[in-house]
């Protein structure tokens, strides 16, 4: 056991033989949402639509989309990952609502989409290991929602329930983002305007980091106050 003389505080080092650094404790915040897999679209009777399937259904889908790393922070699937599979599902519901007798045809690529979503799934959590069980939980939904489809209408409700489920973590990703900015509004209004006669005259340059979903970058203002 080591002492601060200072303080009188007993601490503990990580090193036995007298090593100098201090053992730091660590908390893994670490949040995974479970995975939501789709059973059916329907209720008992195999024709109607569960009324439940894009509202309650569609927010659990989305939520499971979005977790937390080691340190609490927010982490998820990007918007822009998803909405690129958003929009490859939907071309096919365009391409057999503006030409007939696609179904058959059109079928085999539609459950291919399952192997392009896993190859960008195996992608996304090489590049980002934290990020790993979002990106599984999207492709067990894709899956899952693609593994029932026998029938046209049947794409058309997973296209609707994806649209829904989109919708709902859109809301979160624009929430997450405007916390930034909603905690850093001196930037643009405290700083500038009480101290505006001291600095007078004066070129300011201020640097911060922008992470969200999507990417991470430094912007850089320069402001010259006359």
Not at 207 to 217: A, Y
């Amino acid at each position: 056991m080591g002492y601060d003389v200072r303080y009188g505080n007993q601490q503990s080092f990580g090193n036995r033989n007298g090593g100098g650094f201090q053992k730091n404790s660590f908390e893994d915040k670490s949040e995974t949402p479970a995975s939501v897999k789709i059973a059916t679209f329907y209720k008992a009777d195999g024709k109607t639509v569960q009324e439940d399937l894009f509202d309650s259904v569609a927010l659990k889908v989305a939520q499971s989309f979005k977790g937390k790393n080691k340190k609490g922070n927010d982490i998820g699937v990007t918007s822009t990952q998803l909405r690129r599979i958003f929009d490859e599902v939907k071309r096919f519901d365009q391409i057999l609502s503006l030409q007939e007798n696609q179904w058959e045809k059109q079928l085999p690529y539609i459950k291919m989409i399952k192997s392009k979503v896993a190859y960008s799934v195996a992608r996304a959590a090489k590049q980002k290991s934290e990020e790993k069980g979002v990106y599984k939980n999207l492709e067990v939904f894709i899956s899952s929602g693609i593994d029932l489809i026998k029938t046209q209408e049947d794409y058309h409700i997973f296209v609707n329930l994806f649209e829904a489920a989109y919708g709902f973590y859109y809301e979160f990703s624009n929430r997450f983002s405007n916390t930034f900015f909603r905690n850093n509004t001196w930037l643009s209004n405290g700083i500038f305007n009480e101290k505006q006669d001291e600095l007078k005259s004066r070129k300011i340059t201020i640097r911060f980091c922008i992470r969200s979903n999507d990417c991470s970058f430094n912007l850089v203002f320069n402001y010259t106050i006359n």
